[in-house]
């Protein structure tokens, strides 16, 4: 099988860049493998983890808290809002991070729905990181 070429970019550098058997990625409206010869297609991503597939065998994996994906036949670059090591992650600055984001949405008002969005989207993306951290699983509000 012909490798597809991987990048996954973060704002402050490229964390990854390879050619792989595949890649396995958390879109927003589920998980996706990248593959070579995939149809092009523009993806948003949710918070979780890619996956890096070679010879049958996962190579690397990355947390990401969402961004987007953009795939041709022969690569797919990630832009992520954040991206991460799972080696660097740390459980207890994911809890951190998630409680000072319920206790911003607690503040919020509750007639701005779109803060309110933004708000659950990185609630969601830290109960991500907290479980690809290695923590326990945290059930969603």
Avoid: W
Wanted: aromatic share 4%; proline share 5%; glycine share 8%.
């Amino acid at each position: 099988m012909m490798p597809i070429k991987v990048e996954i970019v973060s704002p402050e550098k490229v964390l990854f860049s390879r050619a792989v058997d595949m890649a396995l990625i958390p879109g927003l409206e589920g998980d996706i493998a990248a593959m070579p010869d995939h149809a092009p297609m523009m993806l948003l991503l949710r918070g979780g983890v890619v996956e890096l597939h070679q010879d049958g065998a996962v190579t690397d994996r990355f947390f990401v808290a969402g961004g987007f994906a953009d795939m041709t036949e022969t690569s797919c670059t990630i832009l992520a809002d954040q991206a991460t090591a799972l080696s660097d992650l740390s459980v207890e600055a994911a809890q951190a991070r998630l409680a000072e984001l319920e206790a911003s949405y607690d503040k919020a008002d509750k007639m701005n729905v779109p803060v309110l969005d933004l708000l659950m989207a990185k609630m969601q993306s830290a109960r991500a990181e907290i479980e690809a951290a290695g923590g326990p699983a945290v059930q969603g509000a």
